[in-house]
């Protein structure tokens, strides 16, 4: 099906924005993956009221390989909400930028793609530790 | 600087716009003011939310080193207290909002679209101030020393 076809509506209420559709779907996944988790994070770090014993046993949850893959990604999600919202701040106070903006999403790419090589290797690198240790 | 609310002329729903004019915005009222804060916050969480992910858990053995005595060092600064009660604030309101905005996408029957938003802001709230009483009351000095 071509693309002209698509965009005179035939299949309905779809966003039919190329690359800016992927960018759009992540920035809603990342931001309720986000959301989701620090609901449980307010509550968990609030034991530290509790004192050493009650918040050290929610502190050893993080001692498990497959939390530190989860935490992996919530980095990677933070990091890439971050900087699309800001290419979308900027188009959008700045709105001469919108004919800059396949530089700006190929822009974030790359920024979100450079950073996440060293923090995937520094926590990549500890949770083999982690599975080492056993 | 206009002292009306320019209301910008209604446009076709698929029809090419002016390059250059940019993406739509609220034209005014509560919109337009959630609109700029979500965009207002992000900018201050970019700093505080990727300053905070980058030091609990990327640098320094991440999260390897965070116990409670690592928090009592953290929490005897008035500095951190104060970052991590404004990031709890804003990254709450900025999240509850966010999840309105989705379900005026998703939830098209009022009243389900009303109780989703209805809860998430009571949830928001009760954690706003739970997390405040925590931040505010925890006193390091009141627990055995590291």
């Given at each position: 099906m071509s693309v002209e076809g698509?965009?005179?509506?035939?299949?309905?209420?779809?966003?039919?924005?190329?690359?800016?559709?992927?960018?759009?779907?992540?920035?809603?996944?990342?931001?309720?993956?986000?959301?989701?988790?620090?609901?449980?994070?307010?509550?968990?770090?609030?034991?530290?009221?509790?004192?050493?014993?009650?918040?050290?046993?929610?502190?050893?949850?993080?001692?498990?390989?497959?939390?530190?893959?989860?935490?992996?990604g919530l980095v990677a999600a933070v990091l890439y909400h971050s900087i699309n919202g800001v290419r979308i701040t900027l188009i959008d106070f700045f709105p001469r930028l919108t004919r800059h903006a396949r530089g700006l999403g190929i822009a974030t790419v790359l920024l979100f793609v450079a950073a996440m090589i060293p923090i995937t290797w520094i926590m990549g690198t500890a949770i083999i530790d982690l599975l080492r240790e056993g | 600087m206009a002292t009306t609310t320019e209301v910008r002329p209604q446009e076709p729903l698929h029809g090419p716009k002016p390059p250059g004019t940019g993406r739509d915005r609220p034209v005014g009222g509560f919109e337009l003011w959630t609109w700029l804060f979500m965009r207002i916050s992000g900018l201050v969480l970019l700093i505080l939310a990727v300053g905070h992910v980058l030091i609990m858990h990327v640098l320094d053995e991440g999260v390897d080193r965070v116990n409670f005595a690592f928090i009592q060092l953290r929490w005897a600064s008035p500095f951190w207290k104060a970052w991590d009660w404004l990031m709890l604030v804003l990254a709450l309101l900025h999240g509850v909002n966010g999840l309105r905005m989705i379900t005026l996408d998703y939830i098209r029957p009022h009243g389900a679209r009303l109780a989703v938003n209805t809860f998430f802001a009571v949830l928001g709230a009760a954690l706003m101030a739970l997390g405040t009483i925590i931040v505010v009351t925890f006193d390091p000095t009141q627990w055995p020393a590291p």
């Amino acid at each position: 099906m071509s693309v002209e076809g698509d965009r005179k509506g035939r299949l309905g209420p779809l966003y039919k924005g190329h690359e800016g559709q992927y960018s759009w779907l992540l920035h809603r996944v990342t931001g309720v993956a986000i959301i989701l988790f620090l609901f449980a994070h307010v509550v968990d770090t609030a034991v530290v009221g509790w004192g050493p014993d009650a918040y050290n046993r929610v502190a050893s949850v993080y001692h498990n390989p497959f939390v530190r893959l989860l935490e992996l990604g919530l980095v990677a999600a933070v990091l890439y909400h971050s900087i699309n919202g800001v290419r979308i701040t900027l188009i959008d106070f700045f709105p001469r930028l919108t004919r800059h903006a396949r530089g700006l999403g190929i822009a974030t790419v790359l920024l979100f793609v450079a950073a996440m090589i060293p923090i995937t290797w520094i926590m990549g690198t500890a949770i083999i530790d982690l599975l080492r240790e056993g | 600087m206009a002292t009306t609310t320019e209301v910008r002329p209604q446009e076709p729903l698929h029809g090419p716009k002016p390059p250059g004019t940019g993406r739509d915005r609220p034209v005014g009222g509560f919109e337009l003011w959630t609109w700029l804060f979500m965009r207002i916050s992000g900018l201050v969480l970019l700093i505080l939310a990727v300053g905070h992910v980058l030091i609990m858990h990327v640098l320094d053995e991440g999260v390897d080193r965070v116990n409670f005595a690592f928090i009592q060092l953290r929490w005897a600064s008035p500095f951190w207290k104060a970052w991590d009660w404004l990031m709890l604030v804003l990254a709450l309101l900025h999240g509850v909002n966010g999840l309105r905005m989705i379900t005026l996408d998703y939830i098209r029957p009022h009243g389900a679209r009303l109780a989703v938003n209805t809860f998430f802001a009571v949830l928001g709230a009760a954690l706003m101030a739970l997390g405040t009483i925590i931040v505010v009351t925890f006193d390091p000095t009141q627990w055995p020393a590291p």
